[in-house]
């Protein structure tokens, strides 16, 4: 089967509207050419409807995602071995904290059994005093540097995040 030489002119006119006389002529003597100008509106029209669920985005806005996401991977790459750093130092400080409290442990369960309400509405001092004397100064001192290593490892957390 082939194709009218004057098919691409009929449908040509049947898109614009400008018939010529010969056209319209030929139309009358070939049935693909008139199939092709009755079909030729509708298909135009139809080529125009764009009936997808998603339409695509615009190239500019993958690219520039394409690109965030580029920068965002080489950003988790550089902060890797701080993330590592930061991971063995909250491990290191509930090491120290856990140690602490296993080595004081009985000093320090005594002297909170010491602080009743009895003791503290009579003042006897007599065990807060001996509970606390076995609380020396270096105990109190690393109990600042822990405090304040917690702290500091906190506050880095929370304003690493922003």
């Keep these: 089967m082939t194709a009218c030489r004057l098919e691409?002119?009929?449908i040509?006119?049947?898109?614009?509207?400008?018939?010529?006389?010969?056209?319209?002529r030929h139309l009358e003597s070939c049935a693909d050419c008139a199939a092709a100008a009755e079909v030729g509106p509708w298909m135009e029209e139809f080529a125009r409807v764009d009936d997808r669920e998603h339409i695509l985005p615009d190239p500019a806005v993958l690219w520039f995602k394409a690109k965030l996401l580029q920068s965002n991977r080489v950003m988790d790459r550089v902060a890797l071995p701080i993330t590592r750093l930061q991971i063995g130092a909250y491990l290191a400080v509930a090491a120290c904290w856990a140690a602490l409290l296993t080595w004081?442990?009985?000093?320090i369960q005594a002297w909170v059994n010491s602080i009743k309400p009895t003791h503290v509405i009579l003042a006897t001092a007599?065990?807060?005093?001996?509970?606390?004397?076995?609380l020396s100064a270096s105990f109190f001192a690393v109990i600042v540097m822990l405090s304040s290593a917690t702290v500091f490892l906190a506050m880095h957390t929370i304003l690493a995040e922003e």
């Design 8 to 10: 691409p002119d009929v």
């Design 12 to 24: 040509r006119a049947a898109a614009t509207g400008e018939w010529t006389a010969s056209l319209r």
């Design 104 to 107: 004081k442990w009985p000093v």
């Design 126 to 134: 007599s065990a807060q005093t001996a509970a606390a004397a076995s």
